[in-house]
């Protein structure tokens, strides 16, 4: 059985890749493909080379070198496709986009810590490399989700085309919050034989939550986006969250420091690590992480303003 899961593992993956070299291959570019890319394709060879050559610290940081190497191949695509990208154009911004996902992560890991949803195994004794591979790895998970969807929304070389516009009204809008404010508390507020259960309530809780607060801020929102007929963005970041979900489970599986999920529902089918329903779970991720670190942005611009008007 474990075997059939596997080659069901492996199937999707190469489906995915096949799927995105193939959509990429057929896309107009407008620049050619940068030394960046050609550098994030050799990491990536040489990591899997060096896994199954069974060099220990390769195996040990598989996954975050797996992801440096993903990044650089990732953004030189879009860079192909579009002209420009995170890397080309705003270093500065990625960067503080990997910074930012460290303590963004950790909310999650905090809630990890009540509801015991997965544990990390073969890690180095040393806390210092430990330290060195949970920074490294929880830095490239915002970039890996927006990276992802840059690149699928470049697919789409046309304007887009405006969809019906859906418009929730302040009533809408504040019902979403205080969802979204049940779905982040009661898994932890719950008994922790309960709260087991309810670790999906958070992959979409913060999304609900803090849209709408964007929104109302007037800056970028997915809710603004539906309201003006906009739906690029949200597509996009679903299939990146797909995308990004794959192969998180395809790489954690073969590193020899990986995560394994305990959460008490379908233990019996796992694709690589994950229970078969978890991978429902990445898309609504992808749109979190993209609400969240909009909210980021939204807190310092009404910080500014703040101390500008008490100035």
């Given amino acids: 059985m474990k075997a059939i899961r596997l080659i069901v593992g492996l199937l999707l993956v190469v489906s995915v890749v096949v799927y995105l070299v193939a959509v990429y291959a057929r896309a107009p570019k407008q620049r050619r493909f940068p030394a960046w890319g050609w550098v994030g394709l050799a990491i990536l060879g040489g990591a899997e080379a060096l896994l199954f050559a069974r060099f220990r610290w390769v195996a040990i940081y598989f996954t975050p070198i797996a992801w440096t190497g993903y990044l650089l191949l990732i953004d030189a695509a879009i860079f192909s496709l579009r002209g420009e990208s995170r890397l080309a154009g705003a270093p500065r911004e990625f960067l503080k986009l990997a910074f930012w996902s460290v303590p963004l992560w950790l909310i999650f890991e905090a809630y990890n810590l009540r509801l ?51 418009a929730l009204g302040p009533s809408g809008h504040l019902s979403l919050i205080l969802l979204g404010l049940v779905m982040v508390t009661v898994p932890v507020l719950a008994p922790k034989s309960l709260g087991q259960y309810l670790f999906g309530a958070v992959w979409v809780g913060f999304a609900l939550l803090l849209d709408p607060l964007n929104y109302f801020a007037r800056q970028r929102s997915l809710l603004g986006d539906l309201e003006a007929g906009r739906r690029t963005t949200f597509y996009s970041l679903l299939g990146s969250g797909w995308v990004c979900g794959v192969l998180w489970e395809f790489w ?60």
């Fill in 252 to 311: 954690n599986y073969w590193a020899a420091a990986q995560w394994h999920y305990v959460f008490p529902i379908l233990q019996g089918w796992k694709i690589f690590e994950m229970p078969l329903s978890g991978y429902l779970g990445f898309p609504p991720f992808a749109v979190e992480c993209f609400v969240m670190y909009e909210f980021l942005g939204t807190l310092r611009r009404q910080l500014r303003v703040s101390k500008y008007d008490s100035g």
């Fill in 116 to 166: 015991e949803n997965w544990t990390y195994v073969g890690l180095p004794a040393n806390p210092v490399l430990q330290a060195v591979g949970y920074i490294w790895s929880f830095a490239t998970i915002w970039p890996a989700i927006l990276e992802t969807a840059d690149f699928l929304a470049a697919l789409r070389p046309l304007p887009e085309r405006a969809a019906r516009p859906v």
